[in-house]
């Protein structure tokens, strides 16, 4: 019997909680809005797969209780990969350019909705919201889900929403190919193609006698396809260089201030390496002209 349909299930008792069991028997309350791990036919539950590629992946959109029987049914909005949109869907032009610019785990969460058996769902996950046009954002590393845009299926051709469109080239963030610098005083996002085809640019000061957390002051805030730096290429180096700046500047200025003894731990990892390891090279911004975007 082919399951219910969403019309259908949405006027069911609804349900609050479901408990979830893994395969160790950890029970997991599972909620609307949680975001899960889906197994689809093609998954062997008896050997299940090592990693989280091969689920399908949605969001609880309302649970409701089976009428006369035990068990509980979800309604879900499905995140699609690039895989899914390309091969499943009708794209306008703005449609395929957003999707070509998704990085590895990359998904969208779409208003498609279907019903789904609840012995279906096998894990909770999380799926980080990120937004590319914040320079503060924490890291999201290798591996881990996010999402930056929503899709819309109900149209002829499927559209999206929350697509930014950066540097004097206007296109969305690639981090797959492009690396990207930031601008604090004009607060925007530029590919270093761009401005090194806009000027030649001139190698960064760092002088011998500098202690590696002013070098990590002085970098640039940087982003994209850096190689090695898996942790926090995606988001970039922001939130680690205003650190940086803050210790800097309360060591030059407040004779009482102390660097905390861990704070090599509080900046991303691999960081002072890449700083140590690399001659950066300074641009005037596109916009407001500043001789270095930091």
């Keep these: 019997m082919p399951d219910p349909s969403v019309r259908t299930v949405s006027k069911w008792p609804p349900h609050d909680v479901t408990m979830l069991s893994d395969d160790d028997d950890i029970l997991t309350d599972m909620r609307v809005g949680e975001e899960i791990f889906i197994a689809n036919k093609d998954i062997n539950l008896d050997n299940p797969p090592a990693t989280g590629d091969l689920y399908w992946k949605g969001v609880i959109d309302s649970m409701h209780r089976i009428p006369k029987k035990k068990g509980c049914m979800f309604i879900v909005k499905w995140f699609y990969s690039k895989e899914d949109v390309v091969t499943l869907l009708k794209m306008d032009t703005n449609t395929k350019v957003a999707v070509d610019a998704f990085g590895e785990h990359e998904l969208t969460l779409s208003d498609h909705k279907d019903v789904i058996d609840s012995l279906t769902c096998q894990s909770d996950i999380i799926v980080h919201v990120f937004n590319d046009n ?14 930056r845009i929503i899709l819309k299926t109900n149209n002829p051709s499927a559209r999206v929403k929350g697509v930014n469109l950066h540097c004097t080239c206007q296109t969305p963030y690639n981090p797959n190919v492009d690396i990207q610098r930031f601008c604090i005083q004009c607060s925007h996002w530029y590919d270093a193609d761009c401005l090194r085809r806009a000027s030649d640019g001139s190698v960064l000061p760092f002088t011998r006698s500098e202690s590696i957390l002013v070098k990590v002051a002085k970098m640039p805030i940087i982003r994209g396809c850096l190689k090695g730096q898996d942790n926090w290429s995606l988001v970039g180096s922001g ?18 201030f102390i660097l905390p003894p861990e704070w090599r731990d509080q900046l991303v990892k691999n960081l002072l390496d890449f700083v140590a390891d690399t001659t950066f090279t300074t641009f005037p911004c596109p916009e407001c002209g500043e001789d270095t975007l930091i």
């Design 134 to 147: 914040d320079y503060l954002r924490e890291h999201i590393e290798k591996g881990w889900w996010y999402q």
């Design 239 to 256: 939130p680690s260089v205003v650190k940086a700046k803050e210790w800097v500047h309360a060591l030059e200025t407040d004779d009482n």
